[in-house]
Structure formats: C-alpha cells, structure tokens
T-cell receptor
C-alpha cells in the first residue's frame, strides 16, 4: 500500500519569505512525484513534477527529490498571499493506476 | 493542451436516488481517465481508472460504478446513493501513463 505523508499545517509564512513544504512516502518503487495546489472549493492544479533525484526549478518553485530518504519537498520563493492554498504531494508507481495523494499541507502567506 | 469538462458543478440528491456524473476530455486522444473523490477533511481517493474504451479498473469496492462508452467520455454512476457518497468528485486525465494528471473543475455532491 502506497502512503504519502504530509504535515497538515497550517503553515504560516510571512510574505516575501521562502515556504518549505515536505512530503515523505513509503513505496520505494515510486517513480514520479507531483505537487498540486488546491484553493478552497476548487480542483487541484499541477505545479510541478519531478522524476529524478535532485532539484528542479520552475520560476519561484523548486521541487527536491531524495529517493534514498523517500522525501520530496517544494520550496516557494518570494511567497505571495496568492500562494495561500493547500498543497498536495502525489506519487505514481510504474503503472497507469493513477496517483496516490497525501492529505495536503495548508499554507498561509501572511501579508 | 487538454481540457476536461465535468457537469454538473453542484448536485444535491436524496438518499437512495441514482447518480450519473459525466466527464469529457478535449485536446487529446486515448487518454487514461480517472475518477477521484475528496470527502470533507480527507485526501483524494482514487475510485476508478480507465486506459481505454470499455476498460474500467476499480480501486475501492462500493456502490459506485464507472463506464467509458467513448474514447474521451467517462461516466460515474450509482443506482442508490448513500449519505457517505457525499463529496467532491473529480475527473482527471493523463495523456500517457507517465504524464501528470490534469483535473476537471469537479462536482460537489451532497446526499441528503
């Protein structure tokens, strides 16, 4: 059974600071990892995906993957109030059977 | 890029009534399609997925069923709704089995 663990928060970060969101997983066979943002009452939207160990940067977002430690993180630089949302970590094994999601971390950016 | 249409956006149904939620996808062919449910305060739960017409895999045994009558159409059904079926139902699509999932806007179902 794949499990994805996230701290539910809320995580409160001042505007302009770096927000750091963390995720651990149990299945060592997991191959690809995703971060989604979900505003209250809305559907999840994809922010980033990462397949290989190391860092991947896209604008203000950086995803970090460490397969040995079974750890994925998302850094948000220069945090804005509009970044306030729930961030979902998800992973996929080797098949077509969808993504397994964590319960999400509620992030609050304080102006 | 693909677009995922779901309707209705909100639905209130009495216990014991039937359900039919429809999802259609534009901008891709032969996508992998998924139905997820998000109950209040809980994570996203995969209900069904499909890799092609008529091919349905169920992740969670329950009183729901799914069908894929056309390549880009995915339907979630129930013959008799339970109170526990309330939740936010999301259809998702992936172009290939390695692609990220993209979600529709969802249907918020309340069973009374």
């Amino acid at each position: 059974q794949k499990e994805v663990e996230q701290n539910s928060g809320p995580l409160s970060v001042p505007e302009g600071a770096i927000a750091s969101l963390n995720c651990t997983y149990s299945d060592r066979g997991s191959q690809s990892f995703f971060w989604y943002r979900q505003y209250s009452g809305k559907s999840p939207e994809l922010i980033m995906f990462i397949y290989s160990n190391g860092d991947k940067e896209d604008g203000r977002f950086t995803a970090q993957l460490n397969k040995a430690s079974q750890y994925v993180s998302l850094l948000i630089r220069d945090s804005q109030p509009s970044d306030s949302a729930t961030y979902l970590c998800a992973l996929r094994g080797g098949g077509a059977d969808g993504l397994t999601f964590g319960k999400g971390t509620h992030l609050i950016i304080q102006p | 890029s693909q677009t995922i249409h779901q309707w209705p956006a909100t639905l209130v149904q009495p216990v014991g009534s039937p359900l039919s939620l429809e999802c259609t996808v534009e901008g891709t062919s032969n996508p992998n399609l998924y139905w997820y449910r998000q109950a209040a305060g809980r994570g996203l739960q995969l209900l069904f997925y499909s890799v092609g017409i008529g091919q349905i895999s169920s992740e969670v045994p329950q009183n729901l069923s799914a069908s894929r009558p056309q390549d880009r159409q995915f339907i979630l059904s129930s013959k008799k709704l339970l109170l526990s079926d309330s939740g936010f139902y999301l259809c998702a699509s992936a172009g290939t089995q390695n692609s990220p999932l993209h979600f529709g806007n969802g249907t918020r179902l309340t069973v009374t």
